[in-house]
């Protein structure tokens, strides 16, 4: 079955910047999207943003202006630079694909990857 293995996480001071990846291993089958997703305890899993395998990029409206979404076919990689941090985005960030139509709701995406903490201090 195919994974996703998530790295770059850490603590960055607020104003700051950091870049997460996800990468497919073992690759099973073709997905029509990536997406991005965050999650505080307590609350729900919340959408940040996707790229279809032709590369259009939908980024959620609270993030859109700091955070961006790219990916490396080659490398079965997807990215999401993140700058101009804030203490709101502190958060358990996953990311997740799908097969067949792309949507926002986390609940219809296949497979996630294990999640990688994102701490923001001021």
């Known amino acids: 079955q195919a994974q996703l293995a998530q790295s770059g996480g850490g603590r960055v001071q607020a104003g700051g910047s950091l870049k997460l990846s996800c990468t497919i291993v073992?690759?099973?089958?073709?997905?029509?999207?990536m997406g991005w997703f965050r999650q505080v305890p307590g609350k729900e899993r919340e959408f940040v943003g996707r790229?279809?395998?032709?590369?259009?990029?939908y980024v959620a409206d609270s993030v859109r202006s700091r955070f961006t979404i790219t990916r490396d076919n080659a490398k079965n990689t997807m990215y999401l630079e993140m700058t101009d941090l804030e203490r709101e985005d502190t958060a358990i960030y996953y990311c997740a694909v799908k097969v067949g139509i792309v949507t926002t709701n986390p609940a219809e995406y296949d497979i996630w990857g294990q999640g990688t903490l994102v701490t923001v201090s001021s």
């Open positions: 073992r690759r099973t089958f073709d997905p029509t999207a």
């Open positions: 790229i279809t395998t032709s590369g259009h990029t």
